[in-house]
């Protein structure tokens, strides 16, 4: 929760991206629609089905982050399962999940 807020107050523009959370690398950016930003004072937010939601964006930064971190970790654990989770400070069964995701699962060959 930290990371998105501290993401959210430095980024430079109105959408934080990947690159906001100082973890990753910055890609290409994919074209997306416009998505007018809700005014907390106006009580009106953008309608659902049009264009992507904020939830969306951060949800989507928040799995790159997750992704690289888990990969660092992997690295840096050697493959180590049990290691990269303690590292990580998430349990095994949700590691194990995330790498599954990540096409790193056991019935995978990478």
């Not at 264009?51 to 799995?63: D, Y």
């Amino acid at each position: 929760m930290h990371v998105v807020e501290r993401a959210v107050i430095f980024s430079e523009s109105d959408v934080i991206e990947a690159a906001d959370f100082g973890l990753i690398e910055p890609e290409t950016p994919a074209v997306l629609p416009d998505v007018p930003l809700a005014d907390p004072g106006d009580g009106v937010s953008p309608e659902p089905g049009k264009g992507i939601s904020q939830t969306t964006r951060v949800s989507s930064a928040v799995e790159r982050v997750e992704e690289q971190l888990i990969r660092q970790a992997m690295a840096r654990c050697h493959g180590n399962k049990k290691r990269v989770a303690a590292e990580l400070g998430i349990s095994r069964s949700y590691l194990y999940k995330r790498l599954a995701q990540m096409g790193l699962g056991p019935d995978t060959a990478e």
